[in-house]
């Protein structure tokens, strides 16, 4: 159900998804945690979610922000970067689905074989 699943879903769940982002503009990881940490307990003490922030509210916590970061953060692009096997990529889902889709279709077979 993908309302009931677009529902569920925080924008601060992608945490670690800012973290990343930063890693990948050069930032060390341990620096970037420490970022998104303080750029968290901001958004709760405001009482907005990351996802209202503004590029320059970003950019208040490192200047590597950029104008991509809204993109990045985004629940649909978070999961399609997971593309590795059992990840939430849509092609490693398709892929997994796939798999599923040969493994019932194998016992079946051997079931209607019995």
Do not use: C
């Given at each position: 159900?993908?309302e009931?699943l ?47 922030w ?61």
């Amino acid at each position: 159900d993908r309302e009931k699943l677009a529902a569920a879903v925080d924008v601060e769940m992608l945490a670690t998804d800012l973290a990343d982002y930063l890693v990948l503009k050069g930032v060390p990881f341990r620096e970037a945690h420490g970022i998104v940490a303080s750029m968290v307990k901001e958004a709760e003490k405001q009482g907005i979610g990351l996802g209202q922030w503004s590029v320059s509210e970003f950019q208040r916590f490192s200047d590597r922000f950029g104008p991509d970061v809204v993109d990045y953060l985004s629940v649909e692009n978070s999961l399609s970067r997971r593309n590795v096997y059992g990840g939430t990529g849509k092609a490693s889902v398709e892929q997994q689905l796939k798999r599923a889709r040969e493994i019932l279709t194998a016992a079946e077979e051997k079931e209607a074989g019995s």
